[in-house]
């Protein structure tokens, strides 16, 4: 079961030894290359993502020990690195029955049905995430209205902000694009949410805003309300939704609201 190895991993014992390092342990290393000083840098011996020639070189070596070894950086080129070894720390996987005590179930059997349980509900949500992005793929595609300005040059700063970018001609042809699609589908799950009576509580954003641990203002309660309303209404097209097997959206609602859509003065 892949949930139970993760936890078993991150519930490993780690132990200082004093003998020479194998394959599985974790060594605390300073490192040297090309002058370059890497001080105290924790890996693991037999890693695949360190070069081969530096996991031949760890094997056997103990606390205080040294040595230079050749790293083929390119073909054809080599590299003289320099290793320390600070500390050997063995990793002690913990068995099925130590496991299960651990997170505090009465048996091996108790753990292996919550886990299961677990998988199950991750397995879901993905499905439904997928499903989701489907169908607001379908209402960004089908629903085709001029879209508020004003809306959309916020939404494409906002983009540049959380990405850390500034406003220039490349990334105004990167992001214009999704700044538009997130803008357009916002504006039709909101009517749809008008036309279905869905909407959200005072009570269910204070939840929220308390669950992101921020400090509630006007600005975080609206994005808390945007993000909920979408959550929701998502929640009812996908249960409403009809799925073929081409995977193509059957919409719940009917043509006009497309129009009506395109003909709203109040945004």
Known sequence: MEKKDELREAKAKITLVDRPARVGDLLLIDLT??????????VQLGDRSLP?????????????????????????????????????????????????????FASVEEMEEELSEEVEQDLKKLRDTEIKEKISRYLIERHNFPLPAGFVEEEYQSILKRRNETDNPSNRERFQKLAEDRVRLMLVLVRIAEKEGIEVSDEEIDKRIQDFRVEKNEDVATQVEIILLREKVLDFLMNQAQITKKERIISPWSKDDNRSIRNRTDW
């Open 33 to 42: 290359k090309k002058g370059t000083r890497l001080e105290n840098q924790l």
């Open 52 to 104: 081969d020639e530096m996991n031949k070189a760890m094997v056997g070596m103990t606390k205080g020990g040294h040595k230079d070894f050749e790293v083929e950086v390119k073909e054809g080129e080599s590299e003289v690195w320099h290793i320390r070894v600070k500390e050997v720390k063995e990793k002690i996987v913990l068995t099925d029955e130590e496991l299960a005590r651990t997170l505090g």
